[in-house]
């Protein structure tokens, strides 16, 4: 759990904006996603030139198939094309790739994409980027509980956070979500408990180095106080004598 005058060490992102951008620019959606891919290229070097450790993105939630079967499919496309493209870059970049969501639902191909990229970048150490794919906040608490049931052991706040470090490595610091709206949309219910929030009004294509230095900026002025007072928390930053 960082102080915020050690800046973030985990960012988490609800990239949110790419049909709008498209819609902006009389494009179709699909386009603004693809712009988003790029985007996502651009922040993830971003985070790594800023020693980020983990970049924690929501890319397609359980509830994105709700969507016209064009874009779904759409999406899908654009998962499966980015997995067989971008990454052979990734992997010498030093970044490490893990997905968090219901594979169950993605089709067999796809799944092995998934797994293929997790393999080839499992030895990275530079920045964790974990993308949640056809991912639920509320999907990942009752898959834990559930794996603790099957196991006989007792659900308890600790041994659930125990099963869900083993998606997710640490709780976001920061969390930043993009396009302009204020809610979480079911993305890391659990892990946010403690996060610091930040809109972004800006498309996510859009979103650049620029917008997410204001974020850190942003970070670095807030007080995280973890249910303690202002005093208590001075207190602590005091270093022993
Ligand atoms: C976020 O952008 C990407 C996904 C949900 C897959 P949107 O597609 O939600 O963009 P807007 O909110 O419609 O502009
Ligand atoms: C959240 O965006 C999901 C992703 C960014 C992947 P949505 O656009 O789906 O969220 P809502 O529907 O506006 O809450
Ligand atoms: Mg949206």
Known sequence: MAH????????AIVMDGNGRWATKRFLPRIAGHKQGVDNLKRIVRACAQ????????????????????????????????????EV???????VRLRFVGDRSGLSDRVQAGLTRAELDTMDNRLLTLNVCFNYGGRWE?????????????????????????????SDPDLLIRTGGEF???????????????????????DFDEHALDLAITEYHARERRFGKTSAQVAQASVPPL
Do not use: C
């Open 141 to 169: 608490i009752a898959q834990a509980a559930a794996d603790l049931a099957a196991r006989g052991e007792a659900i308890t706040e600790s041994s659930l956070s125990q099963v869900l470090l083993r998606n997710i490595e």
């Open 4 to 11: 915020p005058d050690a800046g973030p060490q985990h960012i």
């Open 183 to 205: 809610r979480l949309s079911n993305f890391l219910l659990w892990q946010a408990a403690y996060t610091e929030l930040h809109f972004s009004p800006a498309f996510w294509p």
């Open 88 to 94: 052979s870059q990734l992997k010498q970049d030093g």
């Open 50 to 85: 800023r020693q980020i450790a983990v970049l924690t993105v929501f890319a397609f939630s359980s509830e994105n198939w709700s969507r016209p079967q064009e874009e779904v499919t759409g999406l899908m496309d654009l998962l499966a094309g980015a997995l067989s493209r």
